[in-house]
């Protein structure tokens, strides 16, 4: 891909928002009330799926609902405290990933937090509970909570998530484009949208409209093959 140079205004802050829930409703409308409240039944909260399906953008809308403002430049959450003026929370993303001791502090932040009515662990992993090659009291702690299966999106969800991006930035963006990228692309959405970021960019770098004939002049063919799967 052409060595992109200028200067453009960062994307978006992932919020509840801004997620597109397709079949995940009930998983975002708890997150955004356990952010929201001072006392919470849900203890501890366990979101799992494929990667791209909205695990870490839930993760960080959570974390920015809260107030989290230094998990800004964090690319991925690890073990975050969360300190409000009445509430503590814990957030882990990709639990799975986690060493032994790791593992060891979550478990006892787990406990720590059981007799605290505002306090709520929310952690993501990358298969249910009771797949996770974890200590077995976290993963059957985790496995205690709320669980939710995030669904990744179909194409026409796809599709609307994708424009509603653009739509963030100042730009439209054509069918035929969107139908491009979900043809040759890699699908999830990180990667999408990562392509809508660079060719927005090129397109103002270029002083053109954005269209398919713009896309396939900034792409080459490793940068949008799929990878396999």
């Known amino acids: 891909m052409k060595q992109l140079v200028l ?28 952010a929201q409240s001072t006392s919470t039944g849900a203890k501890v909260i366990y979101l799992w799926g494929l990667p791209g399906c909205g695990k870490t953008h839930l993760l960080r809308a959570f974390a920015l609902a809260c107030g989290a403002a230094s998990l800004e430049n964090s690319a ?17 993303d990709n639990v799975q990933a986690l060493d032994d001791a790791q593992q060891v502090s979550l478990f006892d932040a787990i406990n720590q937090r059981a007799l605290d009515p505002a306090a709520t662990v929310v952690v993501s992993g990358n298969v249910a509970p009771r797949d996770l090659a974890l200590r077995p009291e976290l993963s059957s702690r985790l496995g205690s909570g709320l669980v939710f299966a995030l669904h990744p999106l179909s194409d026409a ?17 054509r069918d035929d484009v969107v139908s491009y990228l979900l043809r040759h692309a890699r699908r999830d959405m ?9 060719l927005d960019q090129y397109s103002l770098e270029m002083g053109r409209e954005i ?19």
């Open 7 to 34: 200067e453009i205004s960062p994307p978006a802050d992932p919020t509840f928002a801004n997620f597109v829930t397709g079949q995940n409703r009930e998983a975002v409308d708890v997150l955004t009330n356990a």
């Open 76 to 92: 991925r959450l690890r073990c975050v405290p969360l300190f409000g003026q009445q509430t503590s929370h814990v957030l882990v």
């Open 157 to 173: 969800e796809k599709m609307q998530a994708l424009s509603a991006h653009a739509s963030s930035r100042g730009f439209g963006l």
């Open 190 to 198: 990180a990667s999408l949208i990562g392509i809508l970021d660079a």
């Open 211 to 229: 269209t398919l004939p713009l896309l396939k002049q900034m792409t080459q063919p490793e940068f949008l093959e799929r990878d396999g799967d």
